[in-house]
């Protein structure tokens, strides 16, 4: 059953985010990836969304993606693109293959809702960044300041994330980003054209000590 709504998820995912990305997610996208430089590591990639929103100049793009369905997709964007310094890996974000001040950048989009541990991820992110490098977040999370909203989230969280693929509603991430460590500066957003329990949005970056 699990491999059937992977295999689904991955089919539809994009229709079904089409007027979302295209009411915000695609200019936040921009804003967020348009200017980034050095060598980027970008950690649930799902079907390749954030793909066209890259700088062509960076130096390293590694794209990781544990789910089959969504990284074959994700594979066949990248080779139609044809960029050298883009590379796939099939890996989950708890326990990433890569050894210490890997990156300058750790990209994570709609991502850190649905990990199985998001301390472990936030953990492994700062393992793998260089002093002084960035995570660039863009999430979606629980309505700390809206409680009827966080009641809905709160009911609605068991059957969301069987059908969306661990999908949390409720996770108060930019708390768990500034526990981690990392300086954060994020700013609060309205996903437009999402369903109310996943519109409350932060976004932004946050920075690794030097």
């Known amino acids: ?18 007027k979302t990305e295209k009411r ?17 590591l970008e950690i649930g990639s799902g079907t390749g969304v954030n793909l066209s929103y890259y700088p062509h100049n960076l130096q390293r793009l590694v794209l990781s993606e544990p789910e089959p369905n969504m990284r ?5 964007k990248v080779d139609r693109q044809g960029a050298q ?17 890997s990156f300058d950048i750790v990209v994570s989009t709609l991502v850190l809702c649905s990990v199985t541990s998001p301390e472990q991820t936030l953990a492994q992110i700062w393992r793998v960044l260089r002093p ?21 989230q ?14 949390h509603l409720t996770r108060l991430t930019a708390h768990l980003v500034e526990r981690a460590g ?12 999402a369903p109310p329990v996943v519109r409350p949005v932060i976004k932004g970056m946050a920075r ?3």
Do not use: T
């Open 24 to 40: 915000c997610l695609g200019s936040w996208r921009k804003e967020l990836l348009g200017n980034l430089a050095g060598e980027v």
């Open 72 to 76: 074959r997709q994700l594979q066949e």
């Open 182 to 193: 990392f300086a954060p500066e994020l700013e609060r957003a309205i996903m437009i054209g």
């Open 85 to 101: 310094q883009v590379k796939v890996v099939g890996c989950g974000a708890e326990n990433l293959p890569f050894s210490e001040a």
């Open 132 to 152: 002084g490098g960035k995570l660039v977040v863009l999430e979606h999370v629980g309505a700390e300041n809206d409680p009827r909203l966080a009641r809905w």
């Open 208 to 210: 690794k000590s030097p």
């Open 1 to 18: 059953m699990l491999s059937i709504r992977s295999f689904l998820m991955a089919k539809f995912y994009d229709a079904s985010m089409r």
């Open 154 to 167: 709160r009911r609605l969280e068991p059957l969301w994330k069987y059908l969306g693929g661990n999908c």
